[in-house]
């Protein structure tokens, strides 16, 4: 197909591609892309005659791309970024008079303890945008920027899509809340024989500070386990239960009152990269641009860097 070939082509029927290689259902790309299920067939029937081939095949409820789809969309992907940034560049944005919408995935912790300022900020500057908050930690980041449901995110992470940039934000540590009056620091001792709570997404009773202790041929006992942050500090209130987080929630629990902060009673050298990634093909939007500053200067903590 030379260029004059393209004036055939429509767009939308590469967008609706790749939201069925995303999705792999017609259901779920109708929702996607707000259209309805009867549009999304059509589509996938044009684009069966343009590429000359089946694309996805039923299995079970699921439609599996064939090797030919899976060859178009490794191309396909990359040139609907840079059409995207091309397009974007071309735009203009005021964040007063805006009434976008962002659509921003956060881990537990950080929604908890970093994300008020930054609405604070958010509503000064446009109060005509809105913001979507999606949970995201390390497993759900990837395929939240892969398939548009965020624009940028912020977490721990490990692998993203191949077109995703990322940037680290902060470095922290994890520190020790307890809400006893017991004078002094806890010691190891203290802190193995005490009950412990932790926030655990999957609902596991372990993690790496356990595996911290076992270098040092200790255990602790955890009795409370919570999917979210928010909570945990009127959870532990009173009790002699202490608890293991990040030093920036750590200290937002600690300023509401009746906890107090702590470093680790044994020697740690684990330290954890505060990431924000976003989508290659809105790396040069003017509109997330704005946010993605946004986000560094009321997330970022250069001092940790």
Not at 78 to 91: E, M
Request: a neutral charge.
């Amino acid at each position: 197909m030379n260029r004059n070939d393209l004036r055939r082509l429509d767009l939308n029927l590469l967008i609706v591609f790749e939201t069925l290689m995303h999705e792999r259902s017609v259901t779920r790309a109708a929702e996607k892309l707000f259209l309805g299920q009867p549009a999304i067939s059509a589509a996938l029937s044009r684009l069966r005659s343009l590429f000359d081939d089946a694309l996805f095949v039923r299995t079970g409820r699921s439609m599996e791309p064939t090797a030919r789809a899976q060859e178009i969309f490794a191309l396909l992907s990359p040139a609907l970024d840079s059409i995207s940034t091309a397009v974007s560049r071309a735009s203009e944005f005021e964040p007063s008079t805006s009434n976008l919408v962002f659509r921003i995935g956060l881990s537990d912790e950080v929604e908890f303890a970093l994300l008020p300022p930054l609405l604070r900020r958010i509503r000064t500057e446009a109060p005509g945008v809105v913001l979507v908050v999606r949970r995201a930690n390390y497993l759900l980041m990837p395929n939240l920027l892969a398939s548009g449901e965020i624009s940028v995110g912020v977490s721990y992470t490990d692998e993203l899509p191949a077109n995703a940039k990322r940037k680290v934000l902060r470095r922290s540590k994890p520190k020790v809340l307890r809400a006893d009056s017991i004078p002094g620091p806890l010691t190891l001792e203290d802190f193995c024989s005490r009950p412990h709570a932790m926030v655990s997404f999957a609902g596991d009773l372990n993690g790496f500070i356990d595996e911290e202790l076992e270098l040092v041929d200790c255990k602790r006992r955890v009795v409370l386990a919570v999917p979210q942050f928010n909570g945990l500090s009127t959870l532990i209130a009173g009790t002699d239960i202490i608890a293991t987080v990040p030093d920036y929630a750590a200290d937002v629990m600690a300023a509401g009152g009746g906890l107090r902060v702590e470093p680790l009673p044994f020697d740690s050298t684990r330290s954890f990269e505060l990431s924000m990634a976003w989508r290659g093909a809105q790396d040069n939007d003017p509109a997330e641009r704005w946010l993605r500053s946004r986000i560094q200067m009321f997330i970022g903590d250069p001092d940790s860097l």
